[in-house]
């Protein structure tokens, strides 16, 4: 049995040598190189695929790894917004994803991001290297007491909204379509998101991208939100509306804004320039160059932690469908 990795980082090499050392049963080879039509016949001869990339997956690129006669597709990521469904059910794929790889990670990042935001970090780093250890005038605020609004409350969300909640003291609010039965009890959740957005002093965004939800948080959502509030992105950059986010920061609506994701993400994140100036991007250059934006290459998820899981959860279901076993995550990619 064969299973081609494709765009395997320096970092998951270990992780991936501990799983093939427990399951020397299978022949795995791998690229750094990610899926492209390019790139896909290099899986030429493998019972299964496992991938992980930002980039969409293209329909060229599926219908070569078909055309190799491999149907177990499996992912070592969450999000699932780079595939159209459509391909993958054309081409009869099973993909399998890794739901719960460490929602922790993501969630910490995120609290981090509002504690940085509100104790103005970057101003007192700015300070420190100019070697300015003044207080005045760079006052921060507190968490505890200020309304913390959750925008889905799945395995991500529900760890944040318990952080914010017990960790901090914040007063958490919570919203979702399909709300989580284990945060039921903290009667935390409103009936709307309007209402969330219109009560919250700080708002983090922890849903996929579906199309349907693409700029959820665009220029009418933030017109409802209150003045001087914090907005938090570690989901996906298409959530939120770029333009209205930098209208809002202009305006002082917005009081700040902690992103791990942006939607013109792609070309810029797992690069290296040689300063923040020599990124070729309207929008970057905008946020990266504000005291009250915080920025991270989409790194929420990466903890040793997560990438071991990452690998061995996407490895053993990838390995389950080869074998004809039930793999443990299966997306139901016909809904
Ligand atoms: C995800 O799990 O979907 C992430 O956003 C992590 C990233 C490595 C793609």
Known sequence: MKIYVF??????????????????????????DILTEDTANLAKGADGVVALQTQPYSRKALEIIHDLGISKFSVRNVGLDGFNFKDLNDFGFTLTYVPVYSPNAIAEHASFLVGRLLRRVPEFDKKFQSGNFKWFPTIGTEISGKTVGVIGTGHI??????????????????YDIDPNPALENLGIYVDTLDELLEKSD?????????????????????????????????ARGGLLDNQALID????????????????????????????????????FQNLAHRDNVIIT???????????????????????????????????????
């Open 7 to 32: 765009g395997l980082r320096e970092d998951e090499i270990e992780p991936l040598n501990q799983w093939k050392a427990a399951n020397t049963d299978v022949d795995v080879e791998y690229t750094a």
């Open 157 to 174: 969300g529900s760890v944040f909204a318990r952080i914010m909640k017990f960790g901090y003291g914040a007063n958490v609010i919570a």
């Open 248 to 283: 809002g920061l202009d305006s002082g609506k917005i009081a700040g804004a902690g992103l791990d994701v942006l939607e013109n993400e792609n070309g810029i994140f797992q690069n290296e320039f040689d300063s923040i100036e020599a990124v070729d991007d309207e929008v």
């Open 297 to 335: 290459p989409h790194t929420a998820f990466y903890t040793e932690r997560a990438v071991h899981n990452m690998i061995f959860d996407s490895m053993n279901d990838n390995k389950a469908m080869i074998s004809g076993k039930k793999a443990k995550n299966i997306v139901d990619t016909h809904k």
């Open 202 to 234: 700080i708002i983090s965004i922890h849903t996929p991208l579906a199309p349907k939800d693409h700029h959820m948080l665009d220029a009418n959502a933030i017109a409802k939100m209150k003045n001087g509030v914090y907005l938090i992105n570690c």
